[in-house]
Each structure stands twice: as C-alpha cells, then as structure tokens.
C-alpha cells in the first residue's frame, strides 16, 4: 500500500514510516504540515494517508480540516486519523459524510503495533475503523434512542463490538458465543434499526454510526 504520513513530531513521522516500511508498505511521503501533505495527495496519489489531527500552525483541527479536503477531492484516499485525546466534535465530523474509508485512533495505539496495522489496512481498504477509547467515551455519554432501545442486551454488545471494527469471528471470540449465533444478532439489529439489505448500503457501517450518535 502506498502511504502518505502527515506528523510534526521528527520522532513519531519516522517511527510509522519504519514501521510500515518494514511490513511492506511504501511510504510515497512523509511531511510535517498540510500544505505539503495536500501536495503529497496531489502529487503522489497514495492509497491511504496517515495524518495527526492537530498540526502547524495552530495545532488545532488543521488535520482535521486537511482529512475533509482530501476527502472531497476525487477519488477520495482513505485517511487514518491520529490523536492525543478523544474529542467528540472531531468523530462526529468524521462520520457525518460517507465514513467508508475512515479512521480515528488515539496515538497510544500504535504502541500497539498489530492493532495499529490492522487498522491501516482496514482503513486503506475502505473500512471504517474507531479507537475502543473513542467508543467508550461516546457510548458512556450517550443514551440510546427509540430504535436503539429495541435492541436487546447481547444485541447491544453485538453492536459495541462493532463499533470496534471487529468482524463477526471477533465478536463470538468476544462474547464467548458461535459466529452463527453473531451472525443472527447482526440480522436482528439491521432488521430493528431498519437497515434494508441494499447492496450499495454499507449496513454494517451504519448500524454503528446510529450507535454513536444516538
């Protein structure tokens, strides 16, 4: 996969650029504010770009506001979103257009090198991936709405675990339960929130953003 990486820390730009280098990934560009990142996009055409949050100058929502264009711009590189603290308003942002293609971790995580990739590859391949830590925090604070409230107990864990970006095998490791039994809670949670099964719907994808923002 090729990958542009947006970072100001020399220390951390270096270390995902090792890091994805030695598992094979190319690393097209590696660069320290977002005028150079959009250019690197442009220019380089990656496959994903891996990008803090918070850049130069302001150190504010500058990767933010970058991750919007470059999704706007056709076609839209997938973007992995990396950040110091969990902040509601920047998730929201995130999902509040087509999340395909689409992540957010904490920095924490990738000490956490396995989780850290499967997370680039999830996101490089048009998935939607949310640090556990952002799920907790936005599930901790919100309350299910009406739809939501249909579901049952272990329907609800079902759907906690995929807002994780875990596969149906993951859950039923999870919650100690078969994947035929996943299988059939994921059905009944799209069939209460009235996800209809249309190809060009990512249900799945869906059933979690309602989750976080009910």
């Not at 603290?85 to 957010?104: I, K, N, Q, T």
């Not at 971790?105 to 996101?123: G, I, S, W, Y």
């Not at 949310?130 to 272990?154: M, N």
Request: proline share 4%.
């Amino acid at each position: 996969m090729r990958v542009v990486i947006a970072e100001d820390s020399v220390l951390l730009r270096d270390g995902l650029g090792r890091l994805l280098s030695d598992k094979g990934h190319e690393v097209v560009a590696a660069v320290d504010d977002v005028p150079a990142l959009l250019d690197a996009v442009r220019d380089r055409a990656p496959d994903l770009a891996v990008l803090d949050i918070r850049l130069p100058p302001s150190y504010t929502d500058e990767g933010l506001r970058a991750a919007r264009e470059i999704r706007s711009r056709p076609p839209a590189t997938p973007v992995l979103l990396l950040s110091q603290y969990v902040v509601d308003r920047y998730v929201d942002d995130l999902l509040s257009a087509d999340p395909s293609g689409v992540g957010y971790l904490l920095k924490d995580r990738v000490a956490d090198v396995a989780e850290f990739l499967r997370a680039v590859t999830e996101v490089g391949a048009g998935g939607t991936v949310l640090d556990p830590e952002v799920v907790r925090q936005l599930v901790g604070r919100s309350r299910r709405r009406s739809a939501l409230d249909a579901l049952t107990a272990r329907e609800r864990d079902v759907l906690a675990a995929m807002a994780q970006g875990q596969s149906n095998a993951s859950v039923a490791g999870t919650l100690h339960i078969s994947e035929g039994s996943v299988e059939k809670h994921v059905a009944s949670i799209f069939a209460k929130l009235g996800l209809a099964n249309d190809r060009q719907t990512h249900r799945r994808v869906l059933a979690v953003v309602a989750y976080l923002r009910s």
